[in-house]
């Protein structure tokens, strides 16, 4: 099947400070991939589309300017969140949708941990 | 807007014993439904989905899930839990408009001996 990746999987970062996180398409191209936020023991929320080409379709709500979304190739999507905060400590999931679109592969996940 | 109900935020059973995890849906067109699994430490996982063909589906490991539209449900069932099937479970509808998906807040399925 088809793998997404992501990297680091683990990260902590000290307040004020930015992070990038990495999501691949290890075997399958993705013009579209998603990013989603989950705090400890709830949901998975869409936070963003990314978007090949061009610009990221945020969800409402999201603060663009402080999770920033390059979709840079048709296999890497990134995600940097800038001026991280202690708020900002989450668990970052991506994904990218399957060919046909009926299906969704996804990340194993980034801890973030802003101190 | 579409959007999904979990009924149960935590599901307890035996062993050996049938499983059930609820799921109603909202939506005002014919949905696409998922059921992930999720285990401690590890990515999600499609357990099954449905596209709008048979309304029962299977999955892997044994899961089922019944469409019903009268019901507006999307149950997951099993017949004989195993211990590794303790989890956190997400039932799931796709935006009708692009390919995102709506989670449901999750059902943590608990597997005692």
């Known amino acids: 099947g088809a793998v997404v990746s992501q990297h680091p999987s683990w990260v902590i970062c000290k307040s004020g400070t930015s992070v990038k996180i990495e999501c691949r398409s290890l075997?399958?191209?993705?013009?579209?991939m998603f990013w989603y936020r989950q705090f400890p023991k709830q949901s998975l929320m869409l936070m963003a589309t990314?978007?090949?080409?061009?610009?990221?379709?945020?969800e409402q709500g999201v603060e663009k300017d402080k999770f920033l979304i390059n979709h840079a190739s048709l296999t890497l999507s990134t995600l940097t969140v800038t001026s991280a905060h202690p708020e900002d400590s989450s668990f970052y999931i991506c994904?990218?949708?399957?060919?046909?679109?009926?299906?969704?592969?996804f990340g194993p996940g980034t801890r973030l941990t802003v101190t | 807007a579409q959007s999904v109900t979990q009924l149960d935020s935590h599901v307890s059973v035996s062993e050996g014993t049938p499983v059930l995890l609820r799921c109603n849906y909202s939506?005002?067109?014919?949905?696409?439904l998922f059921w992930y699994v999720q285990h401690p430490n590890k990515g999600l996982q499609l357990l099954l989905k449905y596209t709008s063909a048979a309304t029962l589906v299977k999955g892997i490991n044994g899961f089922e899930a019944e469409f019903k539209k009268s019901e507006t449900s999307f149950h997951l069932t099993k017949p004989s839990a195993h211990m590794s099937d303790a989890a956190e479970y997400f039932c799931v509808v796709r935006k009708v408009a692009g390919t995102a998906l709506i989670f449901g807040k999750g059902t943590t399925l608990s597997v005692s001996s």
């Open positions: 990314s978007n090949e080409g061009s610009k990221a379709t945020y």
């Open positions: 994904s990218a949708p399957s060919r046909d679109y009926y299906e969704q592969y």
């Open positions: 939506s005002s067109y014919s949905p696409s």
């Open positions: 075997d399958f191209q993705a013009t579209t």
